[in-house]
């Protein structure tokens, strides 16, 4: 099992984790396996999720985040949206409604697994 992180850039980014979070909740195959990570800033007493944590395996688990992220991205939305896609390696690549055609290559590249 590898980690791979989500975070959403937006007018509210806050909103826009939740949004994702939501949607991908709804994927039978990601139940489970999505969860919030806080990272407070320096001064802050509490704390707010700054990226969701996706535990993908060696299952489906990746081809089922990599199509939810581009339905995702293809929802109709008043202003841009962009979600980063991490490793804890330091691998990572952002997707755009731009970019939404191959949504599976680009999280594999930020993961280090070649098809």
Known sequence: ?????????????????????DWLGQELELRGLVSGR?????????????VLVVAVGSGGALSVLAASLKAFLALPRRSDVRVT??????????I??????DVETLV??????PE
């Open 96 to 101: 755009d409604a731009k970019r939404v055609d």
């Open 108 to 113: 594999r590249e930020a993961l280090g697994r």
């Open 85 to 94: 896609v991490s490793s804890p390696d330091g691998r990572t690549v952002e």
């Open 1 to 21: 099992m590898s980690d791979v992180w989500l975070s959403v850039e937006c007018d509210d980014p806050v909103e826009g984790l939740a949004e994702l979070s």
């Open 38 to 50: 806080d990272t407070p800033e320096p001064g802050q007493l509490g704390s707010l999720t700054a």
